[in-house]
């Protein structure tokens, strides 16, 4: 059954919160919403966000100014919006929809966010900035679910600081039956929290230009949930900020003695999950065999799979004016069932076929835009329940 509107408080028809790793059988998850999706304002931290796919991802479109740190035309510091197409977000939002049923067709237990508002999608305001409220689409990203606690991440991007309160229900539901519910530390996210030193030279301009504000405190942690991988009682997390050091410090001294946190660098700009995604213990799914170099020594050993070379023809074809958000590798952002069963985009028959051929059934599922919103079938997915527990798998 999907479950739109949680009873709040209640534990009722909710099992534990117990979610340890991302392939033993699914019993609950939380499916995002593009609801009231319109636009992408390009401030400050999306143009770092998204910076590897602006320049890379978007080769029809002029790249030689990105990021924009002075905010775009109009008032210095007013973000340039850019309106999606409508037909976009109405395909995107049938899909979701689609693969929400699916999965309870499955006999898997789906929770909702709270759905934005479609006139009134409202406003993040700190003391320091205010942005456009995102919807809550790519729930991996901010909500680290390690066994039985939840921890909302420090976000990254302005429009997503508060995206987690809109998972609020079901986490009041979980903790109702017993969870540990942690918030981490909420940046103050000026333009002088961010390090720079990624987008630096090359294609960037006017760094000097980030604006100062009297809410300054110099770099602070932010880190997304999406940039881990969970293995039971392993963490591998992918750093490739000092922004993202810091969320891993405070990630390794909150989980002391629970978890072991493993520091990997510069695998990716951030998350993980378009490079690698575990399928069981001891097989990996992979973007190339070159991320294997760079994971910790115990994962070296495990078989991979290494995804099929995107292909144009898998994706749909957009206009010079639709900015693509993801990398082509996002089909291997596949979602497990079990040990045996993985969730994949019907558009990449060819992963079905690898898959299938060490020894793994498919369910293909539709998911048309997943390059022009951010996000896999991983990303906009955050289970919360399944039967593994925190076992150590890296001996
Ligand atoms: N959890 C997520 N939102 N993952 C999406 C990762 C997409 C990745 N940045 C890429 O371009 O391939």
Known sequence: MTTTEESIGSAVGTRALNSYDDW???????????????????????????????????PNRPHGYYPQLTGGTGEPGAPRREAIKQRYVDEL???????????SGMGVTVHRPIALPAQRPGEVRTPAWSAPVLPPLNIRDNSLVLGDEVIETS????????????LKPIFMRYFAGGARWTVMPRPLMTDQSFDLSRTLGGNTETVSASRLSPYDVG????????????????????????????GCDWLERHLAGRFRVHRIYNLTDSHIDSCVVPLRPGVLL??????????????????????PEPDASMFPAYDDDDLILTSPFIDLNVLSLDEHTVL??????????LLERHGFSTVPVRHRHRRLFGGGLHCFTLDTVRDGAGEDYLM
């Not at 609950?28 to 999706?37: C, D, N, Q």
């Not at 976000?155 to 809109?166: I, K, V």
């Open 24 to 58: 033993s059988p699914l019993r609950e998850i939380v499916v995002g919403s593009a609801a009231a999706y319109r636009e992408h304002v390009r401030d400050l931290s999306f143009e770092l966000f998204f910076y590897d796919n602006l320049t890379d991802d978007n």
């Open 219 to 246: 770099t602070e942690m932010m880190i997304d949930a999406a940039q881990c991988l969970r293995l039971g009682r392993d963490l591998v997390v992918n750093i490739a900020t000092s922004n993202h050091a810091l």
């Open 93 to 103: 939002n049938e899909d979701v929809e689609g693969i929400a049923d699916v999965l």
């Open 344 to 353: 994949i985009n019907e558009a990449n028959p060819e992963l079905g076929r």
């Open 155 to 166: 976000p990254m991007l302005r429009s997503r600081y508060f995206e987690t309160q809109l």
């Open 286 to 307: 992979v973007r190339s065999a070159q991320v294997m170099d760079r994971l910790p020594a115990a994962l070296q050993k495990w078989t991979t799979i290494v995804a």
